[in-house]
């Protein structure tokens, strides 16, 4: 059965700083990785969807990339700021349904 | 950019009611998600659908049942709401496995 973790579940970082949360998931059969954003009581925003053909994806200061062969996919965030505070949840698509990870709780200190 | 909408923000039902939870979406997309959101459970499937007047379970159907009499709408139904069903309400959609989902911004529902 897949399962997806985040590490850490969560992150304290000064504004500015560039940082890298973490995604692993146990089979690599996927057919593709999600990174979203949720912010406390809302629904999720995604930020960047990943084929498992490819091997990375760009949005602005955003940047997922995904080894399959390994299990891992990072979200590179560069330059923080205190609006990128959230919960940031990955999801991998199996068999036609996502299965979340735990989440990264991120908070940006101004 | 497509739209999820979800009826309701809030929600406060006593034990024993009926509740229908409302999902619109505007994109013509085939597929259709309710999930629950727990602190400490993460997100959870409970009922899915691929085509109009289809439905798979989830990992938690126990206690949901779901509706999809139009493509664009996708209800899902407390049979009779009890408290450990208060939970955050997530729908989403996909046009296909490449696309990705899109997610509603969600139903929080309170069972007293």
């Known amino acids: 059965k897949q399962e997806v973790t985040q590490i850490p579940a969560a992150l304290s970082v000064p504004e500015g700083e560039n940082l890298v949360l973490n995604c692993s998931f146990t089979?690599?059969?996927?057919?593709?990785l999600q990174w979203f954003r949720q912010d406390p009581g809302k629904g999720l925003t995604s930020l960047l969807l990943i084929q498992s053909s490819q091997r990375e994806q760009t949005s602005g200061r955003l940047n997922a990339s995904l080894d399959k062969s390994s299990g891992r996919s990072t979200l590179y965030i560069a330059a923080s700021q205190p609006g990128d505070s959230a919960t940031y949840l990955c999801a991998a698509l199996e068999l036609g349904k996502l299965i979340f990870g735990q989440g990264t709780t991120l908070q940006v200190k101004p | 950019d497509v739209k999820v909408t979800q009826s309701s923000r809030y929600l406060v039902k006593r034990t024993g009611e009926k509740v229908f939870l409302e999902c619109v979406q505007d994109m013509d997309h085939e597929n259709m998600f309710w999930y629950r959101q727990d602190p400490g459970l993460g997100l959870r499937l409970i009922y899915f659908s691929y085509d109009v007047k289809m439905k798979e379970k989830g990992d938690i159907p126990e206690g949901y049942s779901v509706s999809r009499e139009k493509k664009e709408r996708f209800s899902l139904i407390l049979e009779s709401a009890s408290t450990n069903q208060t939970s955050m309400y997530l729908c989403?959609?996909?046009?296909?496995?490449?696309?990705?989902?899109?997610f509603g911004s969600g139903t929080r529902l309170t069972v007293v």
């Open positions: 989403a959609s996909s046009l296909g496995p490449d696309r990705g989902y899109t």
């Open positions: 089979d690599s059969a996927i057919y593709n």
